[in-house]
């Protein structure tokens, strides 16, 4: 989507204005969220960048009369100065001073301050409509939403086909994994549960669509009901032919617009329905509520299966990241040989590189679309840690610097996730000393035993503390969960320094990604993902304990380890992961690529 | 106290049953805890044990008319069952099968339960409450506890003198302290805060007491107000000569009594009042609110400041350290020599050795009282965590086991507790390897190097880890705060699996005590207490890294060290730390004694 212009920015602001004034209110919520709450969002709901021209992954703007604000969080600190007018809109920390202090402060009472109840989550609603109350004033739904009204050239709403994910894949039937969750809901008294996530619709009723970027997501709604039928609320022009048989008796198509007759329906009878108010928007609480449904709060009953992978899924993954570490290394052998050769003449950008691995992964048929969008960091702009290179403003590989790039694709069968941090020529002792550390931390966590029971939370500081040993850190989780064939972040589990309840479980997939960035001069990560497994030692009382399965496949720079600092034991971890990635992926490679397999994976060990 | 006999306990809870009849009540909870929440209370307040028989630290039980139950803790699993008698009470699991849960399932509908609103917290009574409604029940009040009308010979209320805690202990005066509290007060926009916690007071006054046994602790409420005087509601007749002047012109003393009247009169006002709902009684919460105060509920704000000691403390703790570990390292030297000699003929039994560490202690004209009744497990009594020892039915130091000692003492300057676990006579192959595990956590959390904000929960994984690598791990915390000559328990920070927000301080003492227990057979635990201080190493930003420093000062056994499981940082570590202990401690020992500290802190290192 283009960047809109500062005019632009002014004249949209002024006929928002003027909408607002028209429905006679003070003020507007324009968060970047659409109906899903997802990290992506199709082109046809990306209000705030249509209003404010910032593109950020988060964020939020908040309209009144006199004053408007924008809100991005510590990731998109310069994006937003850059892409926002500053003349129409002040810049806020999302977290720091997040809207509803800057409503608190300034909406001024008697005021009404609208918000779309389809764009909020029950729990963000709460927190606004405590905030307009605390200046004294009023929250109100809109019925529709005001820059729709406005947004001329609007893109049409996603179309993409619905298909089948395959059993082969998805490694469980609907129908099982439905009458799982029902008898979670009878055992909450629940008849339903609404559901809003698109990727636990996906993963319930094994589909996957193209509405965002980067997931293979069907947007729509759902009914699960304690019979583990299931109502569908999805625009039937979308269905691929054959998907009705895949979905069987017991799921039943209906048209978006009937979800809020099937509330109504259930409120009417007085019904207990199951929704997550932290997921689902305000709307549904407030229709359920409306027609006399009794609303049961309670996480998404989809998030902890789907995020426990089955065996099916858990090969899927192998494989997929069999595949995908064979193109990470058939780049990395190009890139050694290309990237010093042109340092000096015609240094290799940062698009130019990104792009030579996208079409290396595009050599499989099984490749379908990157699970994100690259980030190809040189020198200094690999310290910026959600930097994304731009043809006209790119940084270029030169000798001495170092190259982070993080990457990943969306296979049928897995999607995947990846940073190396290369060095270009002969880095510094310093940089060496850096990597080590960073790589100490994460041979910590992939090596680590632990029993049930144990979160990422518990975890975290394995992956730090030989950077605090010498005054350093890094400033984000350490890892995040990972879909199948969907979404490259899902919860609920996280390896983080915020304490998360949910613990560690067989089948679970996570990114093992510690880091260090200096800023201005370059930044460090080594991310593999991991699969929870468990462990081939018993605890004492006979329980499996719970160990990490390292997925990814593909070499770690040597160049840059400092073999002095490692223990014997992180010695024998690395040299025994690079054997699996030779082994991996030697017969695949032409004669150049293997004979430098052979070098980069060369152990260190005696 | 003298436990109470079957055919008492029968009796007793008669009368009870009688005595709730006659006021109309259906039930009754009895609490372990006094009017102050602290883990000692007074024999006067020995409900709980007066009426079942059960002396833990910690439980409850409830009283109905058909049927009645004891809630222990899993720490008292095996206590509970012996001392309680099981045709009057069912045991129940205080955590897994909480009163609350008992009294929704058995109270039945319309029934009135009774609760003494001096002996529950607010958020206690909150959960209470519930749990009565959730029965289609009440929740009442009483006006005095109908115990106390019946206990025959229950003993006097505590009498012990309050005295003045010196400056040169203390650190910083107690107007001074309220000062920086009224601020808070201010910010708040409270007039004043309830203080109901004996620690809490007396750090504020710079007083003790001895109203409770192994803690230096008057029981009395306070009035703290938002211009830094404070209405302290304590028997004149405690008071030791001299204290007013060292009080000041700031403190008002007040009868006991006058404590509800003074609530009355702020809340005659209107005012809003600090209370802290998790430690203070419910009766102050219903007393201000009925009188019409405004109620904040919030932290008790003197638990941050008491934890953080200030450098005179932290100077006092060092000093009583020193003190202690010389006592104990002169009860190790007479153990090495004692326990295997008599180990055939006549073993040494745990009372005794307990006895003889006692008796080094009271060589210093310092010691003032133990801080805790002494563990002192021998063989599989080790693995008990909490065991206590008693002439009858006590073990005995035998060659080829350990011996657990578990011990600590108030000084004025300091409190202090620590753990050593010895080898009497040579130990087996796995008791070095688990020995050695559990030193390599002990190590790797005495060792590490953390930024600010870092919590205990999130370091606590560096004690285990090496356990869990041999599927092993140990059931407690890895460390607990400590006061300045105070509790040997106190918050609000902590070194847990539990989540906890607090971040660990410079100034705050914790110990550092990971353990291993195979039941039936033997414990290990090493604990020391360290101090959180600045690093010497600066984080990348300028800000110090913080770092702990080890107080206690005693040998850890070096026969059950395994050196080959070491690493060099870890011997080095070990080495260092033993340097110390011999250099702290061998001009004041004996020639024996000089020579025993010589090999027990011999270098393993080169």
Redesign the interface.
């Known amino acids: 989507m283009p960047e809109a212009s500062s005019s632009e920015t002014g004249a949209r602001l002024a006929a928002l204005r003027a909408e607002l004034a028209r429905r006679g209110l003070d003020g507007f919520v324009v968060p970047r969220a659409d109906e899903h709450q997802g990290e992506y969002v199709a082109p046809a709901s990306e209000r705030l960048a249509w209003l404010t021209g910032f593109t950020g992954s988060a964020g939020a703007a908040v309209v009144l009369a006199e004053r408007a604000a924008v809100f991005a969080d510590g990731r998109y600190t310069l994006q937003v100065r850059d892409q926002v007018d500053a003349a129409c809109f002040a810049v806020q920390h999302l977290v720091e001073e997040p809207p509803e202090t800057w409503i608190e402060a300034n909406l001024g009472a008697e005021g009404k301050l609208g918000y779309d109840p389809w764009l909020h989550s029950e729990r963000q609603t709460v927190r606004l409509r405590k905030a307009a109350e605390a200046a004294g004033a009023e929250l109100v739904a809109v019925e529709d939403n005001p820059i729709d009204a406005l947004w001329s050239e609007r893109p049409p709403p996603p179309s993409a086909p619905i298909a089948a994910h395959p059993l082969e894949y998805a490694g469980r039937a609907s129908a099982d994994k439905r009458a799982d969750l029902a008898k979670g809901l009878t055992e909450k008294g629940a008849v339903a549960a609404a559901l809003t996530l698109p990727d636990s619709i996906a993963w319930l009723l094994n589909v996957r669509g193209g509405a965002v970027p980067r997931t293979p997501l069907p947007l729509s709604f759902a009914l699960l009901r304690a019979d583990a039928t299931l109502d569908w609320f999805v625009a039937p022009e979308k269905l691929t032919p054959g998907l009705a048989v895949h979905l069987g008796n017991g799921v039943i198509a209906r048209a978006p617009d009937e979800l809020g007759p099937a509330l109504d329906a259930l409120g009417a009878a007085g019904e207990r329905v199951l929704v997550d108010p932290e997921t689902a928007p305000a709307w549904v609480f407030a229709r359920l509520r409306a027609a006399g449904a009794e609303v049961l709060e309670g996480s998404d009953p989809c998030r902890l299966p789907k995020a426990r992978k089955n065996t099916v899924e858990l090969d899927g993954a192998r494989a997929a990241h069999k595949r995908d570490g064979l193109a990470l290394t058939r780049f990395l052998a190009w890139l050694d040989r290309e990237a010093p050769a042109r340092a000096r003449s015609d240094p290799l950008g940062e698009v130019e590189a990104a792009e030579r691995l996208r079409a290396f992964r595009e050599q499989s048929d099984w490749f379908r679309d990157l699970s994100f969008d690259t980030i190809s960091g040189a020198g200094a702009n690999g310290a910026i840690v959600h930097y994304r290179a731009r043809e006209a403003s790119q940084g270029h590989l030169k000798l001495g610097e170092l190259f982070l790039l993080d990457s990943g694709a969306q296979y049928p069968d897995g999607t995947t996730d990846v940073t190396r941090t290369l060095a270009i020529g002969e880095p510094s002792a310093e940089m060496r000393d850096r990597f080590t550390r960073v790589l100490k931390g994460h041979i910590a966590l992939a090596a ?4 049930r029971g ?1 979160t990422g ?6 992956a730090r ?1 030989h950077l ?6 890094y400033d984000h989780g350490t890892g995040h969960g990972v879909g199948s064939y969907l979404s490259v972040h899902e919860g609920p589990q996280r390896i983080s ?1 915020v ?1 998360n ?1 949910t613990p560690l479980e067989p089948g679970m997939i996570v990114s093992n990604e510690p880091g260090y960035y200096k800023a201005g001069a370059y930044g460090i990560r080594i991310e593999n993902l991991v699969a929870v497994i468990e462990s081939e ?4 009382d006979g329980r499996a ?1 719970l160990a990490f399965e390292t997925l990814t496949l593909a070499p770690i720079d040597l160049n840059l380890v400092e073999p002095g600092l490692l ?1 014997p034991e992180e010695t024998a971890w690395l040299d025994a992961y690079h054997a699996r990635v030779r082994d991996a992926h030697k017969g695949a490679l032409d004669e150049d690529a293997a004979q430098w397999l052979e070098r980069a994976t060369r152990p260190l060990g005696g």
């Open positions: 680590v035993r632990f029993p144990t939370s518990q975890l975290d500081v394995l503390v605090w040993r010498a005054g350093l850190d320094k304490p309840r030692v018993e605890a004492e304990m223990s």
